[in-house]
């Protein structure tokens, strides 16, 4: 197999030649901008668009009245109106959106609409939400969603326990910040119907939603979502479509809308700011014998993809770790603040963070090294998962541990003003979207008429490399060449629903439709081949151009594909597998990452360098290196910045950081010098379920690494994210750094 391939959409991104759909325009488009509320709470009193529809070139304005089916989209619950009718309940809301035939036309358009609002008490925390005369987001109240896991006796846990840690961890309100905001264009077609031309993770999950709102049939909508510049989640919920599909139907005109970067913070969903309280016991010699856990969200106000992204922090709770003793309690809150929704990592890096944090700390007060602790306590290969459940055995968090706990750092030569600290942590992250879900996945391979062996899936190119990994894998499968291939994604007219492009689930699903399809498939080329050449099928194999004979080309894949009136074409369909044991939410294969990390700490300034990061994944077999290191990187040097730099802050539930200049996100000088990344190809015997996706790995466990470096280099343990410089020079003053520093380096390596 070829691993070292440059992914194809590569050159094109790096030269920036690439053409994204909102570099798309059709003839006679119009151009859309929406009205989004300026209060993060209030009642509307009356709208008014008159004036907005007699400015000139101006085209449609449209109001919820204009919704001709259900005003309201969401993945799992339709609750955020696409238009809202009576209330307001963040800075994102729409209220109104207008066609016409400038983006400037449209924008002073929006100036003329008058709404009149009543402005009502705002939400702008969890706890304000849950007080109990908080005024009511839902009618059934505050609370979107509890969770909950509990095993053994959590008492007895910690009356085992020689040492007790508690610490209450903050993590922040991180923005996806892809290249390329949310935008497109949607074209009206003859029949009535559509075709959306924007980035989306699921394209069928949009046509059936879209379908909702405009009350026409799924099959007179198609979507077509490839490529985009990035998602990393925030593109999974449907964001504009609606919108310029309201219009094109309403002016029969093809409508573009694409959001500036100002507009893309305010309406764009975040990762979900979270409170996590832990206490954690262990005995004498490092074993844990409790953790509690207690997790609040603020889920912002529409429902989004909250509960599993709740259920997943707990379940991953406990982590890669024996803890007999285990309380977990979830509790994700409605508030005014940003929608918060699916982020790379899916709420494991706000607990993996507190966990890997509650590790350190009990090691530090034990006198222990962290990396003995942890290795005292990991799970073993044929344990149940995290929930109890039965999972795929594995061992690979002894495996990525004891990769990195062998390699060494690189020396480093500082200033006296500055501190070089270490850290290490591990996570354990599920992949699919847990039992009781749809998760449905397949893929088809076809025979064309042009002689091409056509590869098509319902999956998005959302900047993760998904075209080589099928490219790849197809080459291996059918020995055939490049020149062979035509690989069909992102068009729901073109390709077989196969599942959403998130939860790491591509790579996996890809792999196994193909190893679904191989024989099958091989077999009717070869019988066909056969009856067109007359040789025995069992003297034909296939290769580069076509069928051969003995090394001899016996007939090429187009004149194969006319040899019949029938296409050759097979498909096969099937779920992403999950546990036999009904565990609601519960993963079944997992994958391993452990990190460690070396920082520089200036004592003046406060500000952190993070100088080497390494981590080893246990992912399965590598399908493509160059992806799969991207992946890995990539996901590092984001986690570097939810660790170091990123906060959307809000206030009053408005946006203090509405651009990327108040939004600091990693920098190419961010980037550490020295990144390794090593895989842990292995399975256990009897493993059928090859390579694991590696999408959002490579994010999870860096943050409580960075954290723990800092704490070696300065004695200071960091609980909130991000470390701003201001806030880790108000701790290092807290402190008496000399004499700590004497005694760490008695106790850890």
């Known amino acids: 197999m070829e691993k070292r391939t440059i992914r194809h959409d590569g050159i094109p991104k790096v030269t920036g030649s690439l053409h994204y759909l909102t570099d798309l325009t059709f003839r006679d488009t119009l151009y859309g901008k929406i009205l989004r509320s300026p209060y993060p709470h209030a009642r509307i009193l009356s709208i008014h668009t008159e004036k907005a529809k007699q400015l000139p070139g101006v085209k449609a304005v449209l109001t919820y009245a204009d919704v001709p089916a259900v005003n309201g989209y969401g993945i799992i619950v339709p609750d955020h109106p696409v238009f809202c009718e009576t209330h307001v309940r963040y800075v994102g809301d729409a209220v109104a959106a207008v066609a016409a035939v400038s983006v400037e036309v449209a924008t002073a358009a929006l100036l003329l609409i008058e709404v009149e609002y009543e402005e009502l008490p705002v939400l702008d925390s969890p706890e304000k939400a849950l007080e109990p005369q908080a005024i009511k987001l839902r009618p059934e109240g505050n609370i979107l969603h509890i969770a909950h896991h509990q095993k053994g006796d959590i008492g007895q846990g910690f009356a085992n326990a020689a040492a007790i840690v508690e610490e209450t961890y ?176 899916f709420g494991g890096n706000q607990i993996t963070f507190a966990l890997e944090g509650q590790m350190d700390r009990l090691a530090d007060k034990l006198g222990m090294c962290p990396v003995e602790l942890r290795r005292r306590n990991l799970r073993l290969a044929d344990d149940l998962g995290p929930l109890e459940q039965r999972i795929v055995p594995t061992n690979g968090a ?68 998904i075209l080589t990994v099928i490219e790849t894998m197809m080459l291996k499968a059918f020995q055939c060449g490049r020149s062979d291939l035509d690989i069909q994604i992102g068009d729901t007219d073109r390709v077989p629903p196969t599942g959403s492009t998130t939860a790491s689930r591509g790579t996996s699903m890809v792999w196994t439709a193909i190893e679904r399809l191989k024989k099958p498939f091989t077999k009717a080329l070869l019988e066909q081949a056969m009856r067109a050449t007359g040789i025995a099928e069992k003297q034909l194999q296939l290769g580069v151009g076509g069928v051969y004979e003995q090394g001899t080309l016996a007939i090429d894949y187009k004149s194969l594909a006319h040899f019949s009136e029938m296409p050759l074409c097979l498909e096969t369909s099937f779920d992403f597998p999950t546990s036999p044991d009904p565990t609601e939410g519960g993963h079944y294969l997992y994958t391993f990452a452990a990190v460690k990390a070396k920082v520089e700490v200036d004592r003046i300034t406060g500000r952190v360098q993070v100088l080497d990061l390494k981590q080893a994944v246990a992912a399965g077999p590598v399908v493509n290196e160059l992806g799969y290191r991207g992946q890995i990187e990539g996901g590092g040097i984001m986690a570097l910045g939810y660790a170091l730099m990123e906060e959307a802050i809000m206030e009053q539930g408005k946006y203090a950081t509405e651009n990327f200049d108040t939004y600091m996100i990693p920098s190419i000088k961010d980037v550490p010098f020295d990144m390794e990344t090593e895989a842990i190809e292995t399975l256990e015997q009897g493993d059928c379920y090859g390579p694991r996706g590696v999408g959002e790995i490579g994010t999870v466990a860096v943050a409580p690494a960075i954290a723990k470096a800092i704490h070696q280099a300065c004695g200071c343990w960091v609980a909130k994210l991000p470390v701003s410089p201001e806030r880790l020079l108000e701790a290092m003053e807290e402190r008496e750094e000399d004499s700590w520093h004497s005694h760490v380096l008695t106790t850890e390596k």
């Open 170 to 345: 903050e993590l922040p309100r991180q923005m996806h910040a892809y290249m390329e905001t949310e935008g497109g264009t949607v074209v009206p077609e003859a029949d009535g119907g559509i075709t959306v031309y924007m980035g989306t993770q699921h394209g069928f999950k949009d046509r059936f939603q879209l379908a909702r709102i405009l009350g026409i049939p799924e099959e007179h909508i198609r979507i077509i979502s490839s490529p985009m510049g990035g998602s990393f989640g925030g593109k999974d919920e449907l964001n504009l479509q609606p919108y310029a599909a309201l219009l094109a139907l309403k002016t029969r005109r093809p409508v573009k809308i694409h959001h500036t970067r100002m507009e893309s913070v305010r309406a764009g969903l975040k990762r979900h700011p979270m409170k996590i309280t832990v206490r954690t016991g262990a005995d004498q010699m490092g074993r844990l014998t409790a953790h509690h856990v207690e997790i609040i969200a603020d889920t912002g106000p529409y429902t989004t993809l909250g509960p599993a992204i709740l259920d997943f922090a707990v379940e991953h709770a406990v982590g890669p770790y024996r803890i007999p003793h285990v309380l977990v309690n979830g509790k994700s809150v409605f508030t005014n603040n940003a929608n918060a929704g699916e982020f790379r990592g």
């Open 398 to 465: 002894r495996l990525v541990l004891e990769r990195l706990a062998e390699t060494t750092m690189r020396e480093h030569t500082t200033s006296s003003r500055k501190r070089v600290g270490t850290g290490f942590a591990l996570t354990m992250h599920g992949g699919g979207l847990g039992y009781g879900r749809l998760d449905h996945a397949g893929g088809r391979l076809c025979l064309t008429k042009e002689g091409k062996i056509e590869a098509a899936f319902g999956f998005e190119e959302a900047g993760q490399g």
